[in-house]
């Protein structure tokens, strides 16, 4: 059954490049994304592993672990490892899942037959502290995700959960957000004593209240 926004992420033990781990004592108290990959010793795969792996400090300072998914054996794991890190210039630096047997992509609905029976899809799944899912991608084998993107709305997904704001399209750290809706004038007075620009009584911008906090 596929997994939908709010599920608690499924938890499983697999094997991976960094040992046996089980997947809700690795995410500890922090985010997480769990992204997969259709097979090993394959060219799309190979950069975005290479351009993960180069994000690494980026995730890190969001308090975010990521770790990847391919349905092939631990030792073509290790293989493949020595590829993205002469091709890519950066040598795998986070755990891969050997999901030979499929049960970690069955458990996620990362195979979606009528696109391939065999392989996953590109799914992207990031798990907030309390083990939920906020946010799930699914790209198909021939086009590579955007990892820029992904940290992009890891800081949306972090802002709108400590803070009653919403992003706009494109936002970025440190531009103006949205007052949610549920959020009536008189609330946000009291909260945005300095007011807001208001486009419509609708559309209410503030500041990035987290504006010129670095990213730690
Ligand atoms: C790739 O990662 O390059 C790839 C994998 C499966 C199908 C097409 C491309």
Redesign the pocket.
């Known amino acids: 059954m596929a997994i939908r926004l709010g599920d608690t992420a499924p938890d499983f033990t697999a094997e991976t490049t960094d040992g046996t781990l089980n997947f809700h004592e690795w995410l500890g108290d922090g985010w997480g994304v769990l992204f997969s990959?259709?097979?090993d010793y394959?060219?799309?795969?190979t950069t975005e592993l290479g351009r993960v792996a180069a994000l690494k400090s980026e995730f890190e300072k969001r308090n975010c672990k990521v770790i990847g998914l391919s349905v092939d054996p631990l030792k073509d794991h290790e293989g493949w490892s020595e590829d993205i890190a002469e091709t890519q210039g950066t040598a795998l630096n986070f755990p891969l899942i050997a999901d030979a047997n499929r049960e970690v992509s069955t458990l996620y609905d990362m195979i979606h037959p009528n696109a391939d029976d065999t392989?996953t899809v590109r799914s992207v799944f990031v798990i907030g502290p309390d083990k939920k899912v906020k946010l799930t991608l699914t790209y198909p084998?021939?086009t590579g995700r955007n990892f820029d993107e992904l940290l992009r709305v890891i800081d949306s997904l972090q802002l709108t959960s400590e803070h009653q704001v919403a992003t706009p399209v494109d936002w970025n750290k440190g531009q103006s957000v949205i007052i949610v809706p549920s959020i009536s004038n008189e609330e946000a007075s009291e909260k945005w004593p300095n007011g807001w620009e208001e486009l419509k009584p609708y559309l209410r911008l503030v500041p990035d209240p987290t504006a010129g906090e670095t990213t730690t």
């Open positions: 990959h259709p097979k394959t060219p799309v795969c392989f084998a021939s």
